[in-house]
């Protein structure tokens, strides 16, 4: 069964604190990788697609990178403007642009 | 402004009431998607529409129904709404087979 699994479930970090959130996904037939950034009462923003292991994207502070089994957000010097839920989602199999989504990680930025 | 417009934002509904979510979007896009968020759950697909003409059931579809009305459009319906359907639904769009959605801003429904 497909599975997208993310941790931490949340991240409290101080301003330049930089860290990384994981997204380890099992799927057969991977076709491509997404990560979304979701604010309070709203919909998810999209971020980056990642479609093959060893590609890496990046936006300002972050960087997103593939291996075969996980996914990494890095945040490098994060400001409390980055404070979100930030979610994981992968499409598998066949080319309907179905996408399952892991549970997110909730990042807290403090000045 | 382009992008995925949602009706109502909230809504509050009795147990076996019925009701009809709208979404629309203006960027073209072939495919649209229903998903609901729970706390805990993540984002959980209900239907999806792959492009016009064409509807399929997603992970969680018993209890609604939706209704492709044209490339635009894509509604879902809840025929005898129920307390375990208090959620917050999102609709998303996207290019045809593409996961980059953009999504709605969100319904947020209460069955009491």
């Known amino acids: 069964e497909d599975q997208v699994t993310q941790s931490p479930e949340a991240l409290r970090l101080q301003e330049g604190e930089s860290s990384s959130l994981n997204c380890s996904y099992t799927?057969?037939?991977?076709?491509?990788l997404f990560w979304y950034r979701q604010d309070p009462g709203k919909g998810p923003e999209f971020l980056f697609t990642?479609?093959?292991a060893g590609e890496e994207k990046e936006k300002e502070r972050l960087k997103a990178t593939l291996t075969k089994k996980e996914s990494f957000l890095h945040i490098t010097a994060p400001k409390p403007e980055d404070s979100a839920t930030y979610l994981c989602?992968?499409?598998?199999?066949?080319?309907?642009?179905?996408?399952?989504f892991g549970q997110g990680t909730t990042l807290q930025v403090k000045p | 402004n382009a992008g995925v417009t949602q009706t109502p934002k909230f809504q509050v509904l009795k147990t076996g009431q019925s009701m009809t979510l709208q979404c629309a979007q203006d960027m073209n896009h072939n495919s649209m998607y229903w998903y609901r968020q729970d706390p805990g759950m993540g984002l959980r697909l209900i239907y999806y529409s792959a492009s016009e003409g064409t509807t399929d059931k997603g992970e969680v579809p018993n209890g609604y129904n939706v209704s492709r009305l044209n490339k635009r459009e894509f509604s879902l319906r809840l025929e005898s709404a129920a307390p375990s359907q208090t959620s917050v639904y999102f609709c998303?769009?996207?290019?045809?087979?593409?996961?980059?959605?953009?999504f709605g801003s969100g319904t947020r429904l209460t069955v009491v």
């Open positions: 989602a992968v499409q598998a199999g066949s080319n309907t642009g179905k996408l399952i």
């Open positions: 799927v057969s037939g991977l076709r491509g």
């Open positions: 998303a769009s996207s290019k045809t087979g593409a996961g980059g959605y953009t």
């Open positions: 990642l479609y093959s």
